[in-house]
C-alpha cells in the first residue's frame, strides 16, 4: 500500500492537489486521524453504535461517503476555488451542507402542496455555494458509477446537473419567484411519479404503522428499538415540546384561516434508538400528540431529535454565525427556513435539558428518493435536471423568507448574508459558464474516483481495527 493515485488531471485546487500527491499509507492515516478526532468521543461512550455506522459505511462507497461529509470538508478547507476568491459574498450564503444524490425527497409545505426538494438540513450552515455543486456532483458520480456506467456517460450527467443549476439561477436572476417549487404540474418521470405515490399514501396507514388503539385511545407500539421513556424524563420532554411551541409561527398553528388553534395534547412519548448512518448512537424521541378533532385518525406524530454540529462549521470560523447558531436546533431550522419556500407546519426546535434539538412531524408525505429503479441514462438525466433546479432554488431563495423566520427572531443576518443570492452567484461567475460548469464536473468526476479509493482505505482500516476504540 505504497501507491499514489494517479490519472489526469488539470484541477487546480490545491485541496484535489494535496489529495493526489498522498500515498496509500498517508491517506488512510488523514482518514483515521479524521474519524478519531471528530468521532473519537462518541466511540469512547458506545463503541458498539459506531461499529454498527461504519458497518454501513463499508458496506459501499456511496455510504462511506454520506457519513464522511467531516472529511469531505476537511478536504476543501484549503481548496483554492476560484470562483469565491475575490468575491467574499458568494462565499458566505446559506448551503445545504450535505447535498447528496438521496438529500432529495418529497414533503407537504404548510399550504398542504406536495414538493419535491432537498430534504434533510442537519449539515445546514453558510459557506461557498459551490461546496453544494462539487459535494452533489461528486455523490452522483458515485451512483452513476456504481450501475456500470461509462466515464463518459458519468460526465454526461454531471454535466447535465452542473448546466441545469445553471440555469435555473439565469431564470431567478431575469425573474426572481421565492415561491418556486417543483411540484405535480412541473415534473415528469422519476420524480413527478415519486409524488404521485406520496400522494396516495394515507396518514391513517401510516399512523397505524407506529401506533395501536387501546381502551378507545391510541398509543405507540413498543419494541426491541422502541421503549418507555421514565416519569422524569418524561416530564423533561413535556417541558422541552412547551418550549418548542414557542418556535412555531402564529400563522401555521391554525389548521386553516377560521380555525382554533391545535390543541397539542401529549398522548404518549417513546424513546426511539436511530438506525441511521450519521445518528450512530442517538436517541429520539416520538410525541403523539392529539389532533384538531377527538377522532382518532388525525392525531400527529411528531419527533424530537438531538442536533449535531456541522460539519462546516469546523472549517468556516466567523463569529457572528458562531453566535447565531450557537443553538444546533434553531440552526437546522433557520437553514430550512432560508432554503425552503414554503416550510412543514410542524418544524421547530427546543432545547431538552441541556442538549439542541431539531422537531418536526412523522409524516405519511414525506418520501426520500430511491435510486434502485432509475437505472436507464434518459431517466438519469432527466432526474439529474430536477436535481440541479432544486439545488439552484435552495440557494436563490436563501433571503426569502425573512417575515417566517420562527420562535422571536423576526428576521435573517442580512448584516452577513447576502441578499439576492442569485445576483451574488451570477456576478461570482461573471458570464463564464462553460468554464464554470467545466470545473464543477471535472471536481465530481475527480473527487468521486477518491472516495472510491478512501472507501477502500476506510474499509481495510476497520476491518483490521485500526480506528482507535474499536479494536
Excluded at 171 to 197: D, H, M, R, V, Y
Excluded at 313 to 330: I, M, Q, T
Excluded at 432 to 440: G, L, P, S, V
Amino acid at each position: 500500500m505504497s501507491s499514489k493515485l494517479s490519472f489526469e488531471c488539470h484541477a487546480s485546487q490545491k485541496a484535489i492537489d494535496r489529495i493526489l500527491a498522498q500515498t496509500d499509507e498517508e491517506r488512510s492515516q488523514i482518514i483515521i486521524d479524521i474519524f478519531d478526532k471528530y468521532f473519537g468521543d462518541g466511540i469512547k461512550s458506545n463503541p458498539t453504535a459506531f461499529r454498527g455506522r461504519f458497518r454501513k459505511m463499508a458496506a459501499s462507497s456511496f455510504n462511506f461517503y454520506r457519513g464522511s461529509a467531516l472529511l469531505f470538508y476537511q478536504d476543501l478547507k484549503i481548496d483554492n476555488d476560484p470562483w469565491i476568491a475575490g468575491h467574499e459574498a458568494a462565499g458566505n450564503i446559506f448551503i445545504h451542507g450535505d447535498l447528496h444524490a438521496e438529500n432529495f425527497g418529497t414533503y407537504l409545505d404548510n399550504h398542504g402542496i406536495l414538493n419535491f426538494d432537498v430534504n434533510d438540513f442537519d449539515e445546514g450552515y453558510c459557506g461557498p455555494f459551490t461546496w453544494d455543486i462539487k459535494r452533489l456532483l461528486a455523490s452522483l458520480n458515485l451512483v452513476a458509477h456504481s450501475k456500470g456506467f461509462s466515464d463518459k456517460e458519468i460526465e454526461q450527467i454531471l454535466r447535465t446537473c452542473a448546466e441545469s443549476y445553471l440555469k435555473q439561477v439565469d431564470e431567478f436572476c431575469q425573474q426572481p419567484n421565492n415561491s418556486f417549487s417543483l411540484t405535480l404540474k412541473n415534473t415528469s418521470g422519476a420524480i413527478k411519479k415519486i409524488l404521485n405515490e406520496t400522494r396516495i399514501k394515507s396518514h391513517v396507514a401510516n399512523l397505524e404503522s407506529m401506533t395501536v388503539i387501546e381502551d378507545y385511545d391510541r398509543r405507540f407500539i413498543r419494541s426491541k428499538m422502541i421503549k418507555d421513556v421514565d416519569e422524569n424524563l418524561r416530564q423533561d420532554i413535556i417541558k422541552a415540546f412547551t418550549s418548542y411551541l414557542k418556535t412555531i409561527p402564529e400563522y401555521k398553528k391554525k389548521r386553516d384561516k377560521s380555525s382554533e388553534n391545535f390543541n397539542y395534547n401529549i398522548k404518549d412519548i417513546v424513546a426511539r434508538s436511530s438506525p441511521g448512518i450519521g445518528s450512530a448512537g442517538k436517541v429520539s424521541y416520538s410525541i403523539l400528540v392529539e389532533g384538531p378533532t377527538e377522532t382518532l385518525e388525525n392525531d400527529i406524530v411528531l419527533y424530537m431529535k438531538p442536533a449535531q454540529r456541522s460539519a462546516i462549521s469546523y472549517v468556516v470560523k466567523n463569529p457572528e454565525l458562531d453566535k447565531l447558531f450557537e443553538h444546533d436546533g434553531l440552526r437546522t431550522v433557520l437553514c430550512s427556513y432560508a432554503m425552503q419556500a414554503s416550510t412543514p407546519q410542524w418544524l421547530g426546535y427546543t432545547t431538552l435539558g441541556s442538549i439542541p434539538c431539531l422537531v418536526d412531524e412523522v409524516t405519511a408525505h414525506s418520501e426520500d428518493l430511491d435510486w434502485d429503479d432509475i437505472n436507464d441514462i434518459k431517466d438519469i438525466l432527466e432526474v439529474v435536471t430536477f436535481l440541479g433546479q432544486a439545488t439552484a432554488k435552495i440557494h436563490c431563495v436563501a433571503d426569502s423568507d425573512c417575515v417566517n423566520t420562527p420562535g422571536d427572531i423576526s428576521c435573517l443576518p442580512f448584516s452577513i448574508i447576502p441578499q439576492h443570492t442569485e445576483k451574488t452567484i451570477r456576478e461570482a461567475i461573471q458570464g463564464r459558464d462553460q468554464e464554470f460548469i467545466n470545473d464543477m464536473v471535472q471536481f465530481g468526476m475527480i473527487y468521486g474516483k477518491l472516495v472510491r479509493r478512501d472507501h477502500q482505505l476506510f474499509f481495510e482500516a476497520f476491518r483490521n481495527k485500526h480506528i482507535p476504540g474499536l479494536q
